[in-house]
């Protein structure tokens, strides 16, 4: 991570824990919102003007949390207004690399190698992990904010009429239901994979592992009374952060976090929910399994050989 700007140590996936050994998300830094007259959103400061061409998002394609605000890009319709580069999925010992591994991007933005260079130009004493997603300001040359919630939501509102606004994916009306649902599933499932696959103990892996099968098993209730989204009919923001854990369970969590109790295939309301929003225009170039099975096994502190496995066969159509 960086201190005071400078990378100190070589990549670990954990650098906090409680006092339990359970692992601990790091808060975001960056916190600015893009508005369509740029005054400033719910947190941070003004001058970020909704501009076709201005903002750029660094991704990897194996990162849940990135790949919601890519998701919320293509579905609002504005790929031509936000340009993208995607990291190489294995992690590096100075974390995410640009490069040339296929489907990865070499950074034409700001010339960097690594992203925590991206950190330390837009605040040189900046503490913290290098984390994506990142949405930088191509005119501001600075870090916009780097919480995928935010992101998302500003996809969806703060472009005006630069994005499609038939499109609505966190519509007033089921607003406080979405953030109920939300503040479950996250720490449950979202980052509960993340939890037991980090734990350092046997106990806070377990507490884990029961949260996790505990949200699978609600939200196969769930959709099995009302299909075919979370919500009904209506595709909502939280669709969009339940699926991106989900393609990833079989082929990551399942095995190397350890979350064997059931595989995602096993649960048939998931998996149809899975296919359909998979089958969402825009939705399934977004997803790269090479790059979320090469990036999650690279994990050296959860594999040390750095073998990736050949399986599971999938069942769902993937890029
Ligand atoms: N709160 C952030 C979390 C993002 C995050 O943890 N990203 C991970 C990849 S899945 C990351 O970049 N980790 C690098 C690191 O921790 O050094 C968000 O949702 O945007």
Redesign the pocket.
């Known amino acids: 991570?960086l201190v005071e700007g400078k990378w100190t140590a070589d990549?670990h996936?954990v650098?906090a824990t409680d006092a339990k050994g359970g692992f601990v998300?790091?808060?975001?830094g960056f916190r600015n919102w893009i508005t369509p007259d740029g005054s400033a959103g719910p947190t941070g400061e003004d001058g970020f003007k909704a501009e076709a061409g201005r903002y750029h998002l660094y991704v990897?394609l194996?990162?849940?949390?990135?790949s919601?605000?890519l998701i919320g890009r293509a579905l609002k319709k504005l790929e031509s207004a936000i340009t993208v580069s995607v990291v190489e999925p294995a992690?590096s010992d100075q974390?995410?690399r640009f490069g040339n591994y296929p489907g990865s991007d070499k950074d034409l933005i700001n010339g960097a190698t690594y992203?925590h260079e991206i950190y330390t130009s837009a605040d040189p004493v900046y503490t913290g992990?290098?984390?994506?997603?990142v949405l930088f300001d191509k005119h501001r040359r600075t870090i916009v904010n780097?919480?995928?919630?935010?992101?998302l939501r500003m996809l969806n509102t703060g472009f005006g009429s630069l994005a499609d606004e038939s499109i609505d994916l966190y519509p007033d009306h089921l607003r406080a239901d979405i953030d109920a649902l939300n503040d479950r599933i996250y720490p449950m499932l979202n980052n509960g994979v993340?939890r037991a696959g980090f734990a350092t103990t046997q106990v806070a892996y377990e507490e884990a592992f029961a949260d996790v099968f505990a949200m699978l098993d609600e939200l196969e209730a769930r959709l099995e009374g009302q299909g075919p989204f979370l919500f009904g009919e209506c595709l909502t923001e939280a669709d969009i952060r339940l699926f991106v854990t989900l393609i990833r369970f079989d082929a990551a969590y399942n095995g190397l976090f350890k979350c064997n109790l059931r595989r995602l295939a096993d649960y048939t309301r998931l998996s149809h929910f899975l296919d359909r929003v998979l089958d969402i225009p825009g939705v399934r170039g977004t997803v790269n399994i090479d790059h979320i099975k090469r990036g999650y096994y690279s994990i050296r502190a959860l594999n040390p050989t750095g073998i990736v496995p050949v399986g599971p066969q999938l069942p769902f159509r993937h890029a």
């Open positions: 991570m990549w996936p650098q998300r790091q808060i975001s990897a194996i990162c849940p949390w990135a919601r605000t992690l974390g995410w992203l992990r290098a984390t994506v997603p780097n919480e995928s919630a935010d992101i993340y």
